[in-house]
Structures are given as structure tokens and as C-alpha cells.
């Protein structure tokens, strides 16, 4: 397991994804923040499960991978906003929720080179 902060940011973001399913499960205020369907819970789950694995092994292949995952499902929802069919079945809560989870992955996920270069290593 990583214990570099970076990677712990990834595992929260992954477990904030897991987590949201529990909007799924309840109705009304102030748990129903953002409208997640069947498709994105799915989705949800799946790709913070990949954020979280990326995070405790320190892989960044993986953050990044789930940073996109998101960023595509943003921009899915993006483009079916308001029509009949709409796969991901969420409105814009949803977009803004996959997009903020998709950037904070990415900025993670490509910002390690940066840091670890200039950081030195703690015991």
C-alpha cells in the first residue's frame, strides 16, 4: 500500500464514487443531491473500485483510467441532457458530479511526476 498523499486523495475520491450510491437508495432531501440511475451507479461503482485500486497500489495508469472513465460519462450526460434517451439517466447533478470526480482524478493521477521530483522522501 502507497502512502504517498496523492494516492490517498485517490483512494477518497474512489470511495466518495462508492459512496454515492447511496443516492441511489434514497429519496428525497438532503441525501438526493444528485440524480444517479441504474447505468451510473453501476458506472459509479466500477470505476471508483479502479480509483481506489489505482490509490492503495500506487499506480497511476489506473487513477488515470478512472479519472477518464468519469470524464466520458460527464461528457455522455453532457450530450443527452434532456433527450428521451438517456443512458447514463441522470441530469446535470450528474454531469457536474462525473466531472468533478474525472478532473480530480486526472489532476492526481498526472501530477505525481511533478511532486515526486522535488519532494523528498519521508520516513
Same mark, same amino acid.
Given at each position: 500500500?502507497?502512502?504517498? $498523499?496523492?494516492?490517498?486523495? &485517490?483512494? @477518497?475520491? %474512489?470511495?466518495? +464514487?462508492?459512496?454515492?450510491?447511496?443516492? /441511489?437508495?434514497?429519496?428525497?432531501?438532503?441525501?438526493?443531491?444528485?440524480?444517479?440511475?441504474?447505468?451510473?451507479?453501476?458506472?459509479?461503482?466500477?470505476?471508483?473500485?479502479?480509483?481506489?485500486?489505482?490509490?492503495?497500489?500506487?499506480? $497511476?495508469?489506473?487513477?488515470? &483510467?478512472? @479519472?477518464? %472513465?468519469?470524464? +466520458?460519462?460527464?461528457?455522455?450526460?453532457? /450530450?443527452?441532457?434532456?433527450?428521451?434517451?438517456?443512458?447514463?439517466?441522470?441530469?446535470?447533478?450528474?454531469?457536474?458530479?462525473?466531472?468533478?470526480?474525472?478532473?480530480?482524478?486526472?489532476?492526481?493521477?498526472?501530477?505525481?511526476?511533478?511532486?515526486?521530483?522535488?519532494?523528498?522522501?519521508?520516513?
Amino acid at each position: 500500500m502507497s502512502r504517498e $498523499p496523492l494516492d490517498r486523495a &485517490a483512494v @477518497g475520491l %474512489g470511495a466518495a +464514487g462508492v459512496i454515492a450510491v447511496i443516492m /441511489v437508495l434514497t429519496n428525497g432531501d438532503p441525501w438526493q443531491l444528485v440524480r444517479v440511475g441504474p447505468v451510473a451507479s453501476i458506472l459509479t461503482v466500477v470505476l471508483g473500485g479502479v480509483a481506489i485500486a489505482g490509490g492503495r497500489l500506487g499506480r $497511476p495508469p489506473l487513477i488515470l &483510467a478512472a @479519472g477518464a %472513465g468519469y470524464l +466520458g460519462a460527464a461528457l455522455l450526460q453532457l /450530450v443527452q441532457f434532456g433527450r428521451s434517451s438517456n443512458w447514463v439517466g441522470g441530469d446535470g447533478s450528474t454531469f457536474s458530479f462525473f466531472l468533478g470526480l474525472g478532473v480530480g482524478l486526472i489532476v492526481v493521477a498526472t501530477t505525481r511526476s511533478s511532486i515526486t521530483e522535488h519532494v523528498p522522501n519521508q520516513p
